[in-house]
């Protein structure tokens, strides 16, 4: 069974540039979550996705940062534009459902550097 | 405000003897949590988890510990092996999953 696929895996931008992730979950997996992982902290939910429609993005910056998943499968995760603090490990995790005892599978992350 | 905490950011073990994690959380909503291993350039992978319900769950040589009263989890490996060496992440979960800051584990062959 293939695993949760990120691209890129590394980007280096500059501030006030603008940059977009993708991430395709592992198949049949409806719950979809982005993670954002400054260096030196646990992985904080940025937003999830149940199938095509937002579940939770109370910590996502909205003012910045936008992502979508257009027919339920694949997502992207956009900022624009970003800023030195936005350096970090952006992992996209799937499950099965959303159930309190389902097991989130993590993609490798795509690291940002903003300069 | 951190509602899950692993105030050990690193700790070293001999091969062969036991590594014990721990993780302190403040929300008593939380009813479910986990324990992820995360290597270098991968993401984190599911390792063991228990439900609030029960105070110990075993999976081979791990095992996870739970004491509501005190709020606290920890993570046993026995024995532990070379290939335990990653960053190990606790969880916890009320509506979403909040994660520790993480505690690199070292075996020392």
């Known amino acids: 069974e293939a695993g949760v696929a990120q691209s890129p895996r590394y980007k280096i931008i500059e501030k006030r540039q603008s940059v977009a992730f993708w991430c395709n979950p592992i198949?049949?997996?409806?719950?979809l979550y982005w993670y954002q992982q400054i260096l030196g902290q646990g992985p904080k939910l940025l937003i999830q996705?149940?199938?095509?429609?937002?579940?939770?993005d109370s910590q996502l910056p909205k003012d910045r940062f936008s992502a979508e998943r257009l027919k339920g499968v694949d997502s992207t995760l956009k900022i624009q534009p970003a800023k030195l603090e936005d350096s970090a490990v952006y992992l996209c995790a799937s499950s099965l459902v959303a159930g309190n005892t389902d097991t989130q599978y993590f993609g490798p992350g795509t690291r940002l550097t903003v300069l | 405000d951190q509602q899950v905490k692993q105030n050990s950011p690193s700790l070293s073990v001999q091969e062969g003897r036991i590594s014990i994690l721990n993780c302190d959380y403040t929300?008593?909503?939380?009813?479910?949590f986990l324990w992820y291993k995360k290597y270098p350039a991968e993401g984190p992978t599911f390792l063991i988890s228990?439900?609030?319900?029960?105070d110990k769950n075993e999976d081979g040589r791990f095992t996870v510990f739970l004491n509501k009263s005190a709020k606290h989890l920890s993570l046993h490996i026995v024995p532990s092996q070379p290939g335990d060496s990653a960053v190990y992440f606790c969880a916890a979960k009320d509506e979403k999953l909040t994660f520790g800051t993480g505690t690199r584990l070292t075996i020392i062959p």
């Open positions: 198949s049949g997996h409806a719950t």
């Open positions: 996705f149940q199938n095509n429609g937002v579940v939770d």
């Open positions: 929300n008593s909503m939380f009813d479910y």
């Open positions: 228990i439900s609030s319900i029960k």
